[in-house]
């Protein structure tokens, strides 16, 4: 794995804390929740891009999230690696 992959995978762990996030008390933290929530469900191509960028499936990680095994632990990863 390189270090712009495991920069990417950051950027994705990110996105799945805030689409997971549990109760979110402000504006600004309900916002990026459902900004991440949609950003997961839509699979846009900057989705895809980030991805990519981090080494792995885009169709797998959507597939994941939609079927509710994608994690904040990223316990999805061993299944959607590109190779």
Same mark, same amino acid.
């Given at each position: 794995?390189? &270090?712009?992959?495991? !920069?990417?995978?950051?950027? !994705?762990? !990110?996105?799945?804390? *805030?689409?997971?996030?549990?109760? &979110?008390?402000? @504006? ?9 929530? =949609?950003? @997961?469900? /839509?699979? *846009?191509? $900057? @989705? ?7 080494? !792995? $499936? ?7 999230? =939609?079927?509710?095994?994608?994690? =904040?632990?990223?316990? /999805? ?7």
């Amino acid at each position: 794995m390189t &270090p712009e992959q495991i !920069l990417w995978q950051a950027v !994705l762990g !990110l996105a799945v804390a *805030d689409a997971m996030m549990e109760d &979110p008390k402000s @504006f600004k933290s309900v916002d990026a929740k459902k900004s991440a929530r =949609r950003w @997961f469900d /839509f699979a *846009d191509s $900057n @989705f895809r891009m980030v991805c990519e960028l981090s080494g !792995l $499936n885009p169709d797998a990680v959507s597939e994941a999230w =939609r079927s509710g095994s994608l994690s =904040r632990a990223g316990a /999805f990863r061993e299944r959607v690696v590109h190779k």
